[in-house]
Antibody
Framework: EVQLVESGGGLVQPGGSLRLSCTAS????????MHWVRQAPGKGLVWVSR????????TYADSVQGRFTISRDNTKSTLYLQMNSLRAEDTAVYYC??????????????WGHGTMVTVSS | DIQMTQSPSSLSASVGDRVTITCRAS??????LAWYQQKPGNVPKLLIY???TLQSGVPSRFSGSGSGTDFTLTISSLQPEDVATYYC??????????FGGGTKVEIK
């Protein structure tokens, strides 16, 4: 079964850090673009960051540029998101998603269940 | 940045009705558009990419059309299980992979 499982969310104070992980199974992880997408409570979807199959191309949304770092370990089929200098507006469910090859890797066909990040004092 | 505007923001229709949701890009994006369905309490699901290509396993009552700046998602015969929020997403140009604001579909 093709699956993405996120972990690492939780409650953190403003200015703090968290590292999210996403473990993939059921497909050849090292051939796909991977992304993080977030959704604040009761709000819409917001793309956060992407990384290509070998980690050589990385891009970020303006709202997280300089604070978040995406990475991957293809030997472990795992995607990461290091989040620093967290703000209240970063509070959201964070989804790990797989990029569709036929859509330049930039539409998302497989989604994890999401992990909640709450930034609050 | 290219903005994606969906309309309406919500709609209520009867079972069996034809439902159309519109997504407009502030600049041309060719056919680099995807549609997603998010049922209450669930994760999003890809319905359509490349504006009109149905993702595997998606019922044929869903269809997409458009190119350039104007796109539509059509549900040919609304079913109770289609109650959800629908999002469009442009993917023509990273880094901005922008979603529309969503359209909430309910049964009348």
């Amino acid at each position: 079964e093709v699956q993405l499982v996120e972990s690492g969310g939780g409650l953190v104070q403003p200015g703090g850090s968290l590292r999210l992980s996403c473990t993939a199974s059921g497909f050849t992880f090292n051939t796909y673009w991977m992304h993080w997408v977030r959704q604040a409570p009761g709000k819409g979807l917001v793309w956060v960051s992407r990384i290509n199959s070998d980690g050589s191309i990385i891009t970020y949304a303006d709202s997280v540029q300089g604070r978040f770092t995406i990475s991957r370990d293809n030997t472990k089929s795992t995607l990461y998101l290091q989040m620093n200098s967290l703000r209240a507006e970063d509070t959201a469910v964070y989804y790990c998603t797989r990029g569709v090859a036929a859509a330049r890797g930039n539409a998302f066909d497989i989604w994890g269940h999401g992990t909640m990040v709450t930034v609050s004092s | 940045d290219i903005q994606m505007t969906q309309s309406p923001s919500s709609l209520s229709a009867s079972v069996g009705d034809r439902v159309t949701i519109t997504c407009r890009a502030s600049q041309g994006i060719s056919n680099y558009l995807a549609w997603y369905q998010q049922k209450p309490g669930n994760v999003p699901k890809l319905l359509i990419y490349a504006a009109s290509t149905l993702q595997s396993g998606v019922p044929s009552r869903f269809s997409g059309s458009g190119s350039g700046t104007d796109f539509t998602l059509t549900i040919s015969s609304l079913q109770p299980e289609d109650v959800a929020t629908y999002y469009c997403q442009k993917y023509n140009n990273a880094p901005s992979l922008t979603f529309g604001g969503g359209t909430k579909v309910e049964i009348k």
